[in-house]
């Protein structure tokens, strides 16, 4: 990294301040006077006014398709985790919000906490969009029931649905994110989700992500 952008990261200060810091002989790298123009190497220790300058952490955010059976939470207890599917540089990474263990597809994990409340805020409306295969038709009058409101311990449960390949499967649209929420809106009316897979989360999508794998989008 370029010296310049280096002292801008840590200080906030604008790249062309940065160089006449440099230039003022005000800046050291490893306790020797800097020039414009350098670059700072990994594990280098820059100085600016006798003050050692730390840049912020580089936020990561990853997309994981997660398959049926692996939980979210670090202690498996006998399950498969989702840590399980990523090497160790992103095992400090937390997920934003949850799959069950029964459920699959989209799940963003992220040191960034700011996007993580962004995501999963109630003030941030975010819409999250899942397939779902029931053990049977879904019958037209149940899924007015459902789209109109089905009333569960919790409070009024709303879904929007689109019909894909037959009557059993269907294409959820919501923009809550209670425990288990879709499972329990069919279930009120006796479906049983078969498949729950989610193929979107606000601006995120799975596309063509295979089961099991991740890719870095931060």
């Known amino acids: 990294m370029r010296l310049n952008q280096y002292i801008a ?3 906030g200060m604008s ?3 940065a160089d006449r810091a440099i230039t003022d002989g ?3 790298i490893n306790d020797r006077v800097a020039v414009v123009g350098q670059t700072v190497e990994e594990n280098s220790i820059v100085k600016l006014n006798g003050v050692e300058l730390i840049p912020p952490k580089q936020k990561t955010t990853l997309i994981i398709n997660k398959p049926a059976g692996y939980v979210c939470s670090r202690n498996g207890q006998g399950s498969k985790t989702i840590y399980d599917l990523l090497p160790p540089e992103f095992h400090n990474l937390k997920s934003v919000g949850r799959l069950d263990r029964d459920s699959s597809g989209l799940l963003l994990v992220t040191d960034d906490g700011q996007l993580a ?3 999963t805020h109630p003030s941030f409306v975010k819409e999250k969009v899942y397939h779902v295969m029931l053990n049977r038709p879904l019958e037209q009058p149940d899924q ?3 789209e109109k409101g089905v009333t569960l311990d919790d409070g009024l449960s709303s879904l929007k649905l689109k ?3 037959n009557d059993v499967s269907w294409e959820v649209t919501m923009h809550e994110g209670r425990n288990r929420q ?3 809106t069919f279930a009120k009316l006796r479906y049983n989700v078969l498949q729950l897979k989610r193929i979107a989360f606000g601006d995120y999508n799975l596309g063509d992500l295979q089961d ?3 890719r870095i989008i931060e």
Do not use: C, F, T
């Open 212 to 214: 099991g794998s991740y």
């Open 144 to 146: 007015m029931k459902i």
């Open 15 to 17: 790249r062309r301040a």
């Open 182 to 184: 879709i499972r329990r």
């Open 9 to 11: 990261a840590a200080s």
């Open 163 to 165: 019909r894909l390949q």
């Open 26 to 28: 005000r800046v050291q």
């Open 117 to 119: 409340n962004h995501l």
